[in-house]
């Protein structure tokens, strides 16, 4: 770790999109370096790469062009009123991710069925929508690469358990002619992911550990009614950023997990509304070219803070010249 930290403290200015992992950095920096710190940079020494190192924090977020052409388009319009009148008088959840541990898709569904468990009559009253893009998952290993086949297997048990999950659920709460989990191991279209997104009334995005939560940013531009609310876990990258937009949680916290979707499916308070409007708000404005320009600005403004500390040390003195 100390080799690990002091390479990356040999650059003159590192990034962070997240206000945590910078102060994680820089609690890093004075445990195991023992250098001292301040609240925005890390002063020249032996130990800190010989420079002075600046921290900042940058939010990272997403090009919202495509999504933007793409909510116009005829094909998403269509589809968005045919997922009306499939879901017509029920409340749609929905959660899109990669076949992946850290996704934490089993807390989810466990999170769901211990909320169905205490408000039994809201089965009927909603659609919880998983979608978990393919990937290759479902396709069988030939391979010999002993990483890859740990990591097929570990995916496939995944799989299993999920599967058992959804069954017990669907098996319990549903009827002839409605299941409260739809469970879909496929790849879909962008114009489709944007059209469930632009309906669904709660999105769940709680990773276990993530760096940015991709879906939750979709989510949030895709709204353009309000009517939406997101549930996002404390451990993801974007849980500084897009707390105020909305229901944070613990994903490991099961009851309180049942407790939040359940708030988010019976909300009635206009404060809803109000964290959808922000969160719609935040995305357009803090996009990936946003990220960049002000990254880019902060090199800037590193590079000059440098030259000037630069012109301020003085000239090497040469002892083979009298002194006059």
Known sequence: REEILRGVLSSNIVGF???EYMQQFLNSCIHILGLECSSSCIEACE????TTTKVVTVPLGINIAPYQQLMAAETTRNRMAELEKTFIGKKLLVAVDRLEEKKG???????FHKMLQRNPELASECVYLQIVESSGSNDEYTGEDEQIQAYYNDTQRLLTQVYQMVGEVNSKFGTIGHLPIHFLLQDFSKSDIVAVFAK????????????LSRSAHEYLFCQEDGHGTLI????????????????TVNPWATLEFADAIL????????DFVELQRYGHKHVQEYTLKNWATNFLEELQTTERELESERLQIPPQLDHAKPVA
Not at 47 to 50: E, H, I, N, P, R
Not at 105 to 111: D, E, G, L, R, Y
Not at 237 to 245: D, I, P, V
Not at 263 to 270: F, G, H, K, N
């Open 200 to 211: 669904a009334h709660v999105m769940i995005d709680t990773p276990l550990r993530d760096v």
């Open 263 to 270: 708030q988010a499916l019976t909300r009635e308070d206009l």
């Open 47 to 50: 130990d800190a790469g010989g």
């Open 17 to 19: 999109h997240n206000f």
């Open 105 to 111: 898709i089993p807390h989810k569904i466990m999170a």
């Open 232 to 247: 996002l876990s404390e451990f993801s990258g974007s849980a500084h950023s897009l707390r105020a937009a909305s229901i």
